[in-house]
């Protein structure tokens, strides 16, 4: 069975430019999570999706964020314009079912660098 | 709003030698879930060991085990006969049990370093 995959592995933009990061989940995984973890700190919770709806977005830092998951399969995490702080490794995760005897698997990061 | 502690940034084993890591949290509910993840280089975090704050057993996975003390909020991970696969950074999380709140909520992580 397939796991988390994510798209690209690794990203330089310059500040300004937009930039989309792409989540697929586990096949029939209707729970998806995106976190980030900036330089040095711990990885924080952005936001969480059951099927297409959002569910908990209590972490997106600000507008400039938009994640999308149209017909409830893969995710987008779109942010425009970026800005130096945006620089880190953004996670996905994926889980069956929502609550925490449900594990949450992880893809492997997408590394944003901003520059 | 919880919080997760992991004051060793770094740590460094020999190999078959044990190791503990250290991991506080803070937290005003009585229902949550604890975790240890590891993430090997340029790899996907994986879950290595989980502990359910209602039960008194310590939870044990192979050469994983936790120290789980819930007056202390303080939840250790023992690594036995350190291998070199072990090599990772460990990240200690905490998971509400509230049906509601579905985050998970990490420290800063603790880079160990196995020596062959």
């Known amino acids: 069975e397939a796991g988390v995959t994510q798209f690209p592995s690794h990203s330089v933009i310059e500040k300004g430019q937009t930039v989309t990061l792409r989540c697929d989940p586990i096949?029939?995984?209707?729970?998806l999570y995106w976190y980030r973890r900036v330089m040095g700190k711990e990885i924080k919770f952005l936001l969480h999706?059951?099927?297409?709806?959002?569910?908990?977005e209590s972490g997106m830092p600000n507008n400039r964020f938009l994640a999308e998951r149209t017909g409830g399969t893969y995710s987008t995490l779109k942010v425009q314009p970026a800005e130096l702080e945006d620089s880190g490794v953004y996670f996905c995760?994926?889980?069956?079912?929502?609550?925490?005897?449900?594990?949450?698997?992880f893809g492997p990061g997408t590394r944003l660098t901003v520059l | 709003a919880q919080t997760v502690t992991q004051s060793q940034p770094e740590m460094s084993v020999q190999e078959a030698e044990t190791v503990t890591l250290s991991c506080t949290y803070d937290?005003?509910?009585?229902?949550?879930?604890l975790f240890w993840y590891k993430q090997p280089p340029s790899r996907q975090m994986i879950l290595v060991i989980r502990?359910?704050?209602?039960?008194?057993q310590n939870a044990t996975e192979n050469r994983f085990s936790v120290n789980f003390q819930k007056a202390a909020k303080s939840f250790s991970l023992k690594i036995s006969d350190s291998q070199l696969g072990d090599a990772a950074m460990y990240f200690c999380?905490?998971?509400?049990?509230?049906?509601?709140?579905?985050?998970?909520?990490f420290g800063k992580g603790t880079r160990l370093h196995i020596l062959p």
């Open positions: 995760a994926s889980s069956q079912e929502g609550g925490p005897w449900y594990e949450q698997f």
């Open positions: 096949s029939g995984h209707d729970n």
């Open positions: 999706f059951v099927k297409e709806s959002k569910q908990d």
């Open positions: 937290t005003s509910e009585s229902d949550y879930y």
């Open positions: 502990q359910e704050a209602y039960k008194q």
């Open positions: 999380a905490y998971r509400s049990a509230m049906n509601r709140d579905d985050k998970i909520i």
